[in-house]
């Protein structure tokens, strides 16, 4: 079980961290800045001495973290390092995280999938396709984005959660649960749910949104495909 600075700590860059277990190419730290692939958003990239991290992806019990290297990369247990992520591609990742929770706020419509890259980001709804307006959608999103908003993270309980199930917008993204509480992401007046991501402080932050696209991906996927401007 490794202590996840990312989560009280989204700005951290880089920690120092000791190797507790190497399986193959997979390295578990006591303590990291990576964010392991989760809730649509990408696994981070990054260092791990002069190891490149290609990837980050949950391990298998609670809060494991697993840093992908590259090929022939040969840390061993007991190895203090220093960690890095690449930190200009996770403020990408953290800009369009939040926004895509500005765009739950600016369509009124169930969530039925989403993913977060460091290029684009897109959800899913469960909406008539005449419904999006692609001008009106953007007008929407740069508004939020100017009001300036702090964002700010809100721990409940697993009890809690269930009383409230319209905390969990997004139908295909069960919120990460078994250690009794959940995390919640309030943009104050604008947006509040569920989530274990990683998001910047304050909607300015994200900058300028483009709807770059919209289009069907079946019945009950409509996409909305957002860019940084
Ligand atoms: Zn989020």
Redesign the pocket.
Known sequence: MAELLFRDDPYLKGCEATVVAVHGNAVELDRTVFYPMG?GQAGDTGRIGHWRVVDTRKGASTDSVLHLLEPGAQPKPGDKLEAAVDWERRHRLMRL??A??LLCAAVKAPVTGGRIADDKAHLDFDIEMEMLVKDEIQARLNELVRSNTQTKPVWITDAELDSRPELVRTMSVAPPRGEGRVRL?EIPGIDLQA?G?T?VANTAEIGELRVAKIRSEGRKNKRVTLELA
């Open positions: 809730g995280h939040t895509l929770h992401l989530c991501g998001h």
